[in-house]
């Protein structure tokens, strides 16, 4: 019942911007917290960003800080991320996730087993 689409995943050169979007249906996001992950090649999925259900708290990974923005449009049932200044390093599929419950810590919002929904991914190649 619950479909989480990413989009905007793309071909992109080094230092360039992408922006990914997420839709969920079937949920209200307002009261989850949403996470972006990213799975490489030969690699574990990783945490990337997270952005709790007021949209008042963002978490990032050390990895993007500064880098990376997740914003939040709960009335349109959406999340972004906003990705600058990429890497090579950042190539990988990135899959939108909502959360389990509306209480998550800091560390909860970081695992992956604390999300329930996910979506089918979308593959952001960085070239060099």
């Known amino acids: 019942q619950v479909q989480v689409v990413e989009s905007g995943g793309g071909l992109v050169q080094a230092g360039g911007s992408l922006r990914l979007s997420c839709a969920v249906s079937?949920?209200?996001?307002?009261?989850?917290?949403m996470g972006w992950f990213r799975q490489a090649p030969g690699k574990e999925r990783e945490f990337v960003a997270a952005?709790?259900?007021?949209?008042?708290?963002?978490y990032y990974a050390d990895s993007v800080q500064g880098r990376f923005t997740v914003t939040r449009d709960n009335a349109n049932n959406r999340v972004f991320l906003q990705m600058n200044d990429l890497r090579p390093e950042d190539t990988a599929v990135y899959f939108c996730?909502?959360?389990?419950?509306?209480?998550?810590?800091?560390?909860?919002?970081?695992?992956?087993?604390?999300?329930?929904?996910w979506g089918q991914g979308t593959q952001v190649t960085v070239s060099s």
């Open positions: 996730a909502c959360g389990k419950t509306r209480f998550m810590s800091t560390l909860m919002m970081r695992s992956r087993n604390e999300y329930d929904y």
């Open positions: 079937g949920r209200t996001i307002s009261t989850y917290a």
């Open positions: 952005k709790n259900y007021s949209g008042r708290n963002a």
